[in-house]
């Protein structure tokens, strides 16, 4: 069935019907579909378009569709276009030419865009519970691995020492901030596109807020124009999940790191792990490279979404049916890929004496050169000194703590016989007491913090 | 000068030196990194790493670098390899090796994040204003054209007559959109890294939160890892960026067509247009294809700083310095382009008797078909009789309302003599009135919700 | 099953299960896969890892595998990994123990990589195919439309009268740098991976010359290493896609706009056109905006791809088998975009009166100043004489050639009678003879060149 | 000056003036826009436009213009446009007006085009060289670093024992691909599209032919449509440009895990390093993690000129101006990359005794596997066995040779006293001997048909 027999003649192109058919993907929409058609029914019986007995027709006529749909039945059939044809056709079924009252004053342009952000409604809040749960699960790595100490990097090479559950915590902050843009996106998402028309509004005296409020949107779309081409609220959910990937990515890239035999800070619990065809030794970390995988792949769809609307003139263009599959795909990934991360590091095991014996001597150098700060040295001088003792003892082909009190006097004379007290890490994560910072106190003030931004009041969203 | 002489022997290798060297565009953070080591400088007396006296000249030499900067000198040299590492020189060059104290406790990169952090708070609100202008803009022109008739088209094709001010002002809420995302990331870019040290925060007793006050932040960043490394402010100002791109886009490619000959509904002012070196009759859109081209290019920035990151393990690298580029062009790129669509949309000028007589019969269809619908016919009736009418006045080559009512009639016995009255666009446009609507007063309606939306309580950004 | 349960303990995790099973796109891999191990089977009776007995035992067993692939049935099960593990699984299954040796020197790195450029060698050649369709369905409507004048535009502003003819060949000869393009990454795409191992080559003597002669490809692989991790080639392929569909969306574009009321132009077949579930008199040109859309969406499957690859460091990694989803995708697409484009350019209709009557007199400004330039006035006055006169029409409201003689003299002196003949488009055409232009002759010779390029010797791809 | 002035009147508008200015890049163009021009000049002799004296004098004009861009003089005013402006209103002050005849039969549309090969042309071959002399010094580390073994990776785990020089190789071979595709890429660039006009064809009677022959070009476009709005070349320079990076990317990520203190297998060169601001013993692999972070820049690059071309319709848009920006950075920053990997590469000192001894003993699984499949144990179950043993080992806690015999015994009856040989990495090296293999022999045929590769027979680019 088509929407529009009477104007053109002949059959499609069945190359071009393959081309058009949008059912493959938006009968993800059943359901929110038929909810948008039954509080439509209703808003038609004000403006006297349906009797209210007719409104009743309907409305029992789409409850039978909707009990369907949810109990898994997907009564399509080859010629329906797109899931609204699809409904309306399964409507006519069931009550006969009734059904051809429903579309009264309304476009499939207001009803799509309705149903996709009714069916957004649906599944961000669900996201946001799954974000939510893989920041708790890093709390808990945070209380779990107190005092634990690792070498921390920049560029890769080791700087200064800091404690296990300041690095957890890091990311628990990237992913608050993924929460904070998910109900922000939310809340634009949850204004109401029905009632716009095909673009210049309804001839029909509907009352917009009411549906709004029927339908659980804030409002209604204040410019039918821009109701049925705003797809901003699509390209925001990439964005969130195209960041929320990179925030993942990250995370899974030093665990996997991590996870070498060269560092062996850390082993996956073997329900995270996949061995190989060949190599019987192996033992991968595949979920976490997956994760790496899809979020260049979410970048890809954010790009794609962003590229496809910059082509469009302003007004509907059938392009924008092309909105919904890289939305799908990316919530259908969230939602595999945070459960994961939640799953993989609550069951991963930490060494931490093997931690603790990667930290090298170097990693001293600041707090050394802080050493000669307090003796009144001006820390450029102080930076310059410790580097050459670094380099002493490398042309020496000794530890730092090795090189003899003379040696560090020949390069300043502000070097003292306490300077070797110096080497101790758990003192230098002591010492970065500042808020933010990784000394422990620093930390257990950071997870109430974070405890208290969890528990907090949290938008709807 | 480099910041870390003492550790490598021998030169940089020239080709890495050039790779490495930053100026060329961190330069563009000189005032604000001064802005941020005089703040730095005070924070350092309460914890004894600098006396009062010592502070006071510390800031005096940076007082003057900053007037230097102001009054647009660049006191750079070749081996100069950041800005950061610039100041350092200048200030020691001036107050001798007092200057080697300053940079206790902060690293480059706590220092570079907050640099970029305070530009943005800088720029951001400005184009939060010309965003409003443009916003105003569309108002002013929305009022100026009241009463004139345009085809609505969806698909490019004519769909219904609609108010040209209520097209203006679907543009309107696009924007409206971007503005609330900047306001929404100018608040996540007001969080100081300051006091993070490199990665593990700053062993010195600062009081971060005073420092934040001093420099205009809203509150130090809770966690030191994840502020060196946290880059997604500059993510979120290049989606918004792209998505600011896309909406200017639209409406520039909607206002080039309307500017061809064969639409003939505006033309741009001469001082928006451009000639031809080879063809003396042409008068082209040369703005509006810039507009259209440079939000391609920026939806690229987005793609290509979303790459990098996702490259990154967590903690800082050097790939980050990368971030800063893609941000700046883009903010010059609004700002340029924000004024040039402000300018030309007021300037433009448009052609009622055109736009009026461009509306073509076969857009009342609908009206016809809600003709039919208040005559009792099942909306979905009513549509194949009137397309069936369409259909036939196209094969007789007739316009529609010269068809006579007999045929009217062999399509369907509802169609009565009145029908002839529906083919009036002013008609038209008066039907669509329910909230959100074309009609006059809908649309003035949706005016003074603009306006105040414009004038309402707006975020500090 | 699994090919290394001995190595891990206990159960998968369920969702990381379902992110790791890759049967869902992979079974597409069904029958190249039984393929090469066919291949791989024959290939070890010479290092004596099987007797001939035992290979064709499992040769047999392999074939009945395939037959049932032909045939469309899929025996899978939940626990099948992927299509590797899913084939020795039913191996395994009909002739036992004896399976276990096909995987032999084998590891799933090389043999993932073997089967995907095999299923890229069978679908490649199909697309040049169907590309070739498109650009020969170009010539034919070049031929057909022979003679037929429209505007030419430039900035989207008529410029110089063209042929129709020219324009249609404009966009064979981009489409034939993508048939080349495709051609090149299909030779590309003929290294064998296959015995490289899972990185470091296979450990028997296998003759992998006569092993990549056996399964049609060009060469084996030159290094094990590389052979692995190589996705150049679905990079390639996918920048192929990308820049196709760029050019189709170019056209469909173009098309579009032709389509609409005010241009007029021409009209899309009913069969390839959709009418609107409320206005009952829109014909839309669907299949175009689809065309559109998709192109925006084959840019980001690129940039997906290429940011996955940017993360990894050399050597094969689990990102890799994301590889295939966007380039399976790439291909379905340009399968059902590229016959629909042919589809619906070889059933549009044109207009000649329309496209004729289009052409407004300023198009004939260029050849108003080489009239000038042919009495001796250097083009730069020309051009500035012209356009005054154009501007003084325009002052005047009158057509370009109702301008008075005397007022062109006013202008410039070399201005004479004869002027008026230059008013002639078709004269206009003809003049613009040299090679590549759009005169009559210069078209003709441009058909015979296009003919000439389709029969060619073309590569193997 | 503009070259249009004639038609529109005031002055352009001042923000509009800075964003249509293409100057600021396009002056890039300056040498090979003379040279353009000067060709020209020749080419208007033959249908009459120009005298031979007049030819001559235009000609003696541009050679000043050009000498004086040869030695760095950029005698630009503000008011000019872009860089044809700019030249013609040179000529036009050092000739007179004789040069307002230049420009005749010419438009800038086919002159940018033309413009923009050339300064390819000349910049393509050079990015050739660069890459040719980094394979160079990877086939030269290949031979220096000979016999040294490592672990080779899947999944950022060990997995079986390679060369070194086999490692390196394997990245020469992408650097091959990346070759062909710069020489297919520039190929296609030597397409002239002068003589193309503004879009219709030139009409005087240029012999485009020797024209072509006469700037270096292959051959002249055979559509003037297209040649004015093709920018293919753009785009594949900017994909060769983004998958080279990928490439460099892919082996500075390896690179910098290589260099970290938990793998320590090799360091760079001092001349090659950077230190910290704050932490004295640093010394960071910057030059890596810049080709890294440029590498993500470049994706984005090719992302937007994409989305920017997808948004056009066929024929010459302004938007066009902005594919040179994309083009001009990716040139100017694979010219810093690949030097700065050659020299970083060629000066890095590998630690063979690391390497050898990260070696650890699962990674010889395989190797017993294949010892099991000598005694006649289908490979799966081999696989099977050795994955017991290693998790044997790894409960007891002990290293797999130290896995007493009796233990390998229960797990599979197969195993005897000589399976204590297989713990050889050099005999596992060895045994990969088939083309493409890590075996030493394997490896040096692979050195001569590197360097055939790099010595045979080159396309002209």
Redesign the interface.
């Known amino acids: 069935m088509?929407?529009?027999?009477?104007?053109?003649?002949?059959?499609?192109?069945e190359?071009?019907a393959?081309?058009?058919n949008s059912l493959p993907f938006d009968r993800r929409l059943a359901q929110v579909d038929v909810l948008g058609s039954i509080a439509w029914a209703k808003a038609l019986v004000e403006p006297g378009?349906l009797t209210p007995e007719e409104a009743a027709a309907i409305v029992n006529g789409l409850q039978s569709i909707l009990e369907d749909f949810k109990s898994g039945k997907e009564p399509f059939v080859e010629s329906d276009e797109d899931i609204?044809?699809a409904v309306?056709r399964l409507l006519?079924e069931r009550i006969g030419?009734?059904?051809?009252?429903?579309?009264?004053?309304?476009?499939?342009?207001d009803q799509v865009a309705t149903d996709f952000r009714l069916w957004l409604m649906d599944a961000l809040p669900h996201l946001a519970v799954l974000l939510l749960e893989l920041q708790a699960t890093l709390i808990a790595r945070a209380e779990q691995d107190r005092g634990i100490l690792l070498?921390?990097?920049?560029?890769?090479?080791?700087?200064?020492?800091?404690l296990l559950s300041?690095?957890w915590?890091?990311?628990?902050?990237?992913l608050q901030?993924d929460r904070?843009?998910l109900a922000?996106a939310l809340r634009?998402t949850r204004k109401m596109p029905l009632?716009?028309?095909?673009?210049?509004?309804?001839?029909?005296?509907?009352d917009?807020?009411a549906l709004a409020q029927d339908l659980g949107f804030d409002a209604?779309?204040?410019?039918?124009?821009?109701?049925?081409?705003?797809r901003?609220f699509a390209?925001?959910v990439l964005?969130w999940a195209?960041?929320t990937?990179?925030h993942m990515?990250?995370?899974a890239?030093?665990l996997?790191?991590y996870?070498?035999?060269?560092?062996g800070f850390l082993s996956l619990?073997?329900?995270?792990?996949?061995?190989?065809?060949?190599?019987?030794?192996?033992?991968?970390?595949?979920?976490l490279?997956?994760v790496?995988?899809?979020?260049?792949?979410?970048?890809?769809?954010?790009?794609?979404?962003?590229?496809?609307?910059?082509?469009?003139?302003?007004?509907?263009?059938?392009?924008?049916?092309?909105d919904k599959?890289?939305v799908f795909e990316a919530v259908d990934l969230l939602e595999?890929?945070l459960?994961?991360m939640s799953?993989?590091i609550s069951t991963l095991t930490v060494y931490p004496e093997r931690t603790r014996a990667?930290i090298?001597w170097?990693?001293m150098?600041?707090?050394?050169?802080?050493y000669l700060?307090g003796r009144g040295v001006?820390?450029?001088?102080a930076?310059?000194?410790?580097?050459?003792?670094?380099?002493r003892a490398e042309a020496l082909g000794i530890n730092l703590p090795d090189l003899p009190l003379g040696e560090w006097q020949k390069i300043h004379l502000a070097f003292g016989e306490d300077l070797f007290a110096v080497f101790d890490p758990e003192r230098?994560?002591r010492?970065?007491?500042?808020?933010?910072?990784?000394?422990p106190q620093?930390v257990e003030e950071?997870i109430r913090?974070?405890k208290m931004t969890l528990e907090g009041p949290r938008e709807r969203g």
Not at 431 to 439: D, F, I, L, V
Request: proline share 7%; no cysteine; aromatic share 8%.
């Open positions: 088509k929407l529009w027999s009477g104007r053109l003649s002949g059959s499609m192109d190359t071009f393959r081309l058009n378009v609204h044809t309306e006519s030419s009734l059904a051809g009252k429903l579309h009264t004053g309304r476009s499939r342009n070498p921390g990097y920049t560029h890769f090479q080791q700087a200064q020492p800091i300041h690095w915590l890091a990311h628990f902050w990237a901030r904070e843009r922000e634009r009632g716009s028309g095909a673009l210049a509004g309804t001839a029909y005296p509907i917009r807020f209604p779309s204040p410019n039918s124009l821009d109701a049925v081409s705003d901003d390209a925001e964005f195209a960041l990937g990179v990515s990250r995370l890239e030093a996997i790191l996870t070498t035999a060269e560092f619990a073997d329900a995270f792990s996949t061995g190989s065809s060949l190599m019987p030794q192996k033992k991968n970390p595949d979920p490279e997956l790496r995988s899809k979020s260049g792949l979410l970048i890809g769809r954010l790009t794609g979404l962003l590229a496809m609307l910059k082509g469009l003139p302003s007004a509907y263009d059938k392009d924008l049916q092309d599959p890289p595999l890929l459960p994961v799953g993989l990667a090298g170097p990693v150098a600041t707090d050394l050169a802080d700060v001006p820390f450029r001088q930076h310059t000194a410790v580097a050459q003792a670094v380099s230098a994560v010492r970065r007491s500042a808020y933010g910072g990784t000394a620093a950071q913090l974070a």
